[in-house]
């Protein structure tokens, strides 16, 4: 199946006082790459996130951006009231009869708030961020298939228009030696009719022979030919596998077997049916960028 790179999902939930949103969006890359936007509280699940995004998009440079409030009490730090005790103790035994510290000024004592909200925080996160990662995932792999099936049908009439090209020079190749030859006859026959020769038909044979030697394309059409039988089989829709890189790589094959059509070839019909193959493979090799 084809899907494209480009996508965009989001997800969002709102459960007992916390609040979380995940955004995705997709854009071409060579591999998979994931960029993470993440709040402080949540950086300890950067791995977690990047693991799960990559199982789901397997190409493509993803950014993630996640959001997350808990307006909950359980955000609150917690005091340790076993400090606070033992820091009362030590200014009683100090100043005697002296007035306690302010709540604050206790409050800001070494280890008298015990700041474990954001393990906390991010213990709450993990399940519910894992679940909406999973939703705009699938909203990005939607968004890719709907433009993968259009990519598709482009790829499909490519293709048909590369076997047309393909077709014709296959047809125009026998005939390409028979007009060489019949130039050649012409040609000697003016010359040595000025001298009072005649042309000699082992002579041209030999020189028809070289020529169509030189100027064979037959392996050429015939690996294009299979370039083409390939290219149909990744295009099918029932194909489960990503095949944007294979595409680019069996453009480049296709595009190597034209060239050497072109520079075998002195046929002007053919060169001008390679150049329309030569532009196909270029709109392949442009559009396979977008395949994952």
């Known amino acids: ?89 030590q200014f009683e035994a100090l100043a005697a009869g002296a007035a306690p510290p302010s709540p604050a000024a206790l409050l800001s004592l070494p280890g008298a708030v015990i700041d474990d909200a954001s ?29 993968g099936e259009s990519l598709r049908r482009t790829l ?23 007009l060489y030859r019949a ?23 030999r020189e028809v022979a070289a020529y169509a030697e030189r100027t064979d394309v037959a392996e050429e059409v015939a690996r294009l030919e299979g370039h083409l039988e390939q290219l149909r089989s990744l295009l099918d829709p029932a194909n489960p596998e990503p095949v944007g890189r294979t595409l680019d790589f069996l453009a480049q094959e296709m595009l190597r077997e034209a060239n050497t059509v072109a520079s075998k070839s002195a046929d002007v019909e053919i060169s001008r049916r390679i150049v329309e193959v030569k532009s196909a493979i270029d709109r392949i090799k442009e559009q396979s960028q977008n395949a994952e």
């Open 1 to 89: 199946m084809i899907r494209s790179m480009t996508g965009f999902g989001a997800a969002s939930s709102d459960d007992d006082g916390a609040r979380c949103s995940v955004e995705l969006r997709s854009v071409n890359s060579r591999f998979f790459k994931a960029i993470l936007r993440l709040p402080d509280s949540l950086l300890s699940l950067e791995g977690e996130i990047e693991s799960q995004v990559g199982r789901r998009l397997l190409r493509g440079s993803v950014a993630v951006s996640v959001r997350f409030v808990d307006a909950s009490e359980r955000a609150a730090g917690r005091i340790n009231v076993e400090v606070l005790r033992s820091y009362l103790k």
């Open 119 to 147: 393990e906390r925080l991010a213990a709450r996160a993990r399940p519910i961020v894992a679940k909406l990662i999973d939703q705009a995932c699938e909203g990005v792999l939607e968004m890719r298939r709907r433009e």
């Open 156 to 178: 499909e009439q490519l293709a048909a228009d590369i076997s047309r090209g393909v077709a014709s020079i296959r047809q125009r190749a026998p005939e390409v030696s028979e």
């Open 183 to 205: 130039r050649l006859v012409a040609r000697m026959k003016s010359m040595l009719e000025e001298v009072g020769g005649a042309v000699r038909d082992e002579d041209v044979i």
